[in-house]
């Protein structure tokens, strides 16, 4: 059988040794005579999963004490509408606006209150971050919100010595990370808030990690929901609802995997050169084009033109005979994207640039 490779943006690949021990432990977990899938929430069995599942997120991305970890339902998108519900507090927010996600952050975040375009690319078809210093910030914003990694468009913030900020002057950050977490070391201190959907570097779809300084904590309006109350999720482990309980136990699984493998910086060199493989062959031809800025060029998600368009089916329909599956690009960008998470081996890398350079010569 043809060996698949999984270049979806999300749900998306996700380690198979966390699969598998999802299969081998799905009736009968640790001899618990039950599936997670059944277990009381607030048993000692899932409380047991949902602690070393926080833990080992903590230890990965090296969260300081005064963080809140919670498990959210709703995806990132639920959580658009939480941030300015959480925060604002009667204040205005900024906003930069640098791909496709933080565009609609900003759709979502205006019902409630203020919200200041800080610097925005879409004339320029998000190709970019621009610099810093071009971005109008107010010093009274409740919080900046940034999307650190645009999925559609491939553009993730960079800096010399890694993932570069702008100076707030104490404003919050609030980062939409749902692409790239954990794929590269940050220093969380930097932010007021994380947040990520989980369905690409952490399980399936629905869950939300939402990693929130302690004192922001607190600021929410009255009308937020109770579910997507950060103060009232935070002092109830995340438990005022049924959370997702079969996501965060893969979520558990994929962390553990993450650890084995030397954890975020080990995976970080791996992701580095998975996406230079691919950059650098891309850029080796005028067959293929990525029009995003190389300092801003994401190490996740890669999407790609054919100079010729008219050849976008059969490059499509060549790539899944392959094995090479999901590069059809988002409907909004066209074109082709490879996203190559965590759980992607450099082997799927080099096998995709092995048919990119056969289509190039030999049109199949
Ligand atoms: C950066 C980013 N933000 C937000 C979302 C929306 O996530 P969800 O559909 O889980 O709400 C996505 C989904 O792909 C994303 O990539």
Redesign the pocket.
């Known amino acids: 059988m043809t060996k698949i490779y999984n270049f979806s943006?999300?749900p998306a690949v996700l380690p198979k040794p966390a699969l598998e021990r999802a299969q081998a432990e799905m009736l009968d977990w640790h001899g618990s005579g039950m599936s997670v899938m059944e277990m009381s929430h607030r048993g000692k069995e899932f409380m047991s999963i949902l602690e070393k599942t926080e833990t080992d997120l903590r230890a990965l991305l090296a969260i300081p004490n005064d963080y809140k970890v919670l498990f959210l339902q709703?995806?990132?998108?639920?959580?658009?509408a939480m941030i300015p519900l959480n925060l604002l507090n009667g204040a205005s927010a900024d906003y930069a606006i640098t791909?496709g996600?933080?565009k609609?952050?900003v759709e979502d975040a205006r019902a409630y209150g203020t919200i200041n375009i800080a610097t925005n690319t879409e004339a320029e078809n998000f190709t970019h971050v621009p610099d810093f210093a071009t971005w109008q910030l107010n010093k009274d914003a409740a919080y900046l919100h940034i999307?650190t990694?645009?999925?559609?468009q491939g553009v993730e913030f960079f800096g010399d010595q890694g993932l570069a900020l702008p100076n707030t002057h104490g404003v919050p950050i609030v980062a939409?990370?749902?692409?790239h977490i954990l794929s590269r070391k940050i220093d969380v201190s930097q932010y007021g808030v994380i947040y990520?959907?989980?369905?690409?570097n952490i399980g399936p779809?629905?869950l939300?990690i939402v990693i929130v300084r302690e004192d922001l904590l607190g600021f929410a309006s009255k009308l937020t929901p109770a579910v997507f109350n950060w103060k009232v999720q935070a002092e109830n482990q995340s438990m005022i609802n049924t959370p997702a309980t079969y996501s965060i136990y893969i979520a558990g699984l994929v962390f553990e995997w993450l650890l084995a493998q030397g954890g975020v910086e080990a995976i970080e060199k791996v992701n580095i050169a998975k996406a230079k493989l691919l950059y650098d062959y891309i850029d080796s031809t005028d067959f293929y084009i990525n029009k995003v800025a190389v300092k801003n060029r994401s190490r996740m998600?890669i999407p790609f033109f054919l100079k010729d368009e008219s050849r976008n089916e059969a490059f499509l329909k060549g790539a899944e005979a392959k094995g090479l599956l999901q590069l059809k690009g988002h409907r909004s960008v066209g074109g082709m994207r490879a996203s190559i998470y965590n759980a992607m081996p450099i082997e799927g890398v080099q096998a995709l640039v092995a048919y990119m350079q056969n289509f190039e010569t030999n049109g199949t």
């Open positions: 943006a999300g709703g995806g990132a998108i639920a959580e658009n791909g996600w933080s609609r952050s999307c990694n645009e999925t559609l939409d990370m749902s692409s990520g959907g989980a369905q690409k779809a629905g939300c998600n």
